[in-house]
């Protein structure tokens, strides 16, 4: 799923492009991505764009009248930016905006399709889809240790709660909590004064740092490859790899879709997490640090 910085980069990209510019029209390849009723899709055509913002996870394109178009990628969905009346591309393509200069198409390549497209009328009817997660890059120390301490929870779970902090999800959480040097499963009511504060600067720094880095790598051109998975990230989609710190290989945690990344000398003195998928499975043989898990793959073949 696009995160904060593939979020930013989209609206810098799109800034240059269409703010200014009249849509003409929308043109829907799936009637389920548009999830609203009123005000009809049909009143945004012959607008102009006069901004653009970001609602956690949201991007929400403003036209004149306060009209807005919320667009939520999810996890499979993806922008790119076409010549004026470009087609749809087969089953993957949602929507087309098609603006006097170009036409913006909402992807989406896979089976179970979450993205979506809403209108909304004013600044009330927008709000309504803002989660109230805390924005890190623009609040103090202290607003994010009360918004860290106001549930008991993991981190992992914590940092990607859009409730709690905005547009944190599965591959900036287990960057911004291998920079702090934070186990993903510490509950957030135990962290130290100390501990609260390396995780605000991480988290600011990640955050901050993969948005320049996206946005430079671009070089002005459209964001085409939005992906949770980098050759330069140090612990997210790194399972066995040597982390780039200490050299331990990278650990990871299984649970429903998703896969938690850490390094078990850098986060967790050494220890491993269990996985629930395998820890159910082993009970007692499950390896308790690293050592011992070295151990077990060299004689028994597993867990790996």
């Known amino acids: 799923m696009p995160e904060l910085p593939d979020l ?82 087969g089953k993957a393509g949602l929507a087309a905006f098609d603006f006097d200069d170009g036409t913006l198409i909402l992807t989406e390549v896979s089976t179970k399709k979450r993205a979506s497209l809403h209108c909304a009328l004013g600044e009330p009817a927008l709000r309504q889809f803002d989660r109230g997660g805390l924005e890190v890059g623009t609040v103090h120390l202290d607003a994010f240790a009360e918004r860290l301490r106001s549930e008991n929870h993991t981190l992992k779970r914590t940092l990607t ?55 430079t790598e671009l070089g002005g051109a459209w964001p085409e490859k939005v992906t949770a998975f980098r050759p330069e990230m140090a612990a997210h989609g790194k399972h066995k790899q040597p982390c780039p710190v200490c050299g331990a290989p990278i650990q990871r945690i299984v649970h429903a879709e998703n896969e938690t990344n850490y390094c078990s000398k850098c986060q967790n003195q050494g220890r491993l997490l269990a996985d629930r998928s395998l820890s159910k499975l082993l009970k007692d043989d499950w390896p308790a640090t690293l050592d011992e898990l070295e151990e077990y793959v060299a004689t028994r073949g597993g867990p790996r």
């Open 8 to 89: 930013t980069v989209y609206l810098r990209a799109l800034e240059a492009r269409i703010v200014g510019h009249r849509l003409e029209r929308v043109r829907l390849g799936s009637p389920f991505v548009l999830r609203s009723v009123e005000p009809p899709l049909s009143n945004a055509h012959g607008k102009r764009v006069v901004g653009l913002r970001r609602l956690g996870k949201r991007l929400a394109i403003e036209l004149e009248g306060e009209f807005f178009l919320v667009i939520h990628l999810m996890v499979a969905g993806r922008l790119q930016w076409k010549a004026a009346g470009a087609k749809l591309p």
């Open 161 to 215: 709660d859009p409730r709690l902090f905005s547009a944190i999800g599965n591959a900036y959480s287990d960057e911004i909590l291998h920079r702090a040097r934070l186990s993903p499963l510490k509950q957030t009511k135990t962290l130290t004064g100390e501990e609260i504060a390396r995780l605000y600067e991480a988290t600011r720094h990640v955050l901050s740092e993969w948005t320049e880095r996206l946005w």
